[in-house]
């Protein structure tokens, strides 16, 4: 059974930091480019930050510069550190696998996501 488990969520003023984490389980992700998501109310979910096994990252133009997503393979963890928060960041914040261009995930893989709230 695949099993995805975000953390590190909060409320933070903008301009301030989080680092989200994400627990992943089985051979399923562990050889497969990861994704954090986000969704904010009333709009679709979108991918803001990508990486392949080997390290190669990719971000959404919104983020690039802001974000910075990581991985520890070995134990089967996903990162990502924001900085210079903004309100517009504000949303739910997932991981699963993903790279830009490909079809969004089996709605069954998604776990329960992490709220950002960023206040003005």
């Known amino acids: 059974q695949v099993q995805l488990v975000e953390s590190g969520g909060g409320l933070v003023q903008a301009g301030g930091s989080l680092r989200l984490s994400c627990a992943t389980s089985?051979?399923?992700?562990?050889?497969?480019?990861m994704a954090w998501y986000r969704q904010a109310p009333g709009k679709q979910r979108e991918l803001v930050a990508a990486?392949?096994?080997?390290?190669?990252?990719n971000y959404a133009d919104s983020v690039k510069g802001r974000f910075t997503i990581s991985r520890d393979n070995p134990k089967n963890m996903v990162y990502l550190q924001m900085n210079s928060l903004k309100p517009e960041d504000t949303a739910v914040y997932y991981c699963?696998?993903?790279?830009?261009?490909?079809?969004?995930?089996?709605?069954?893989?998604w776990g329960q996501g992490t709220q950002v709230t960023v206040s003005s």
């Open positions: 699963n696998i993903g790279w830009p261009g490909t079809p969004m995930p089996d709605y069954r893989t």
């Open positions: 089985g051979m399923f992700f562990s050889s497969r480019p």
């Open positions: 990486i392949t096994r080997g390290g190669v990252t």
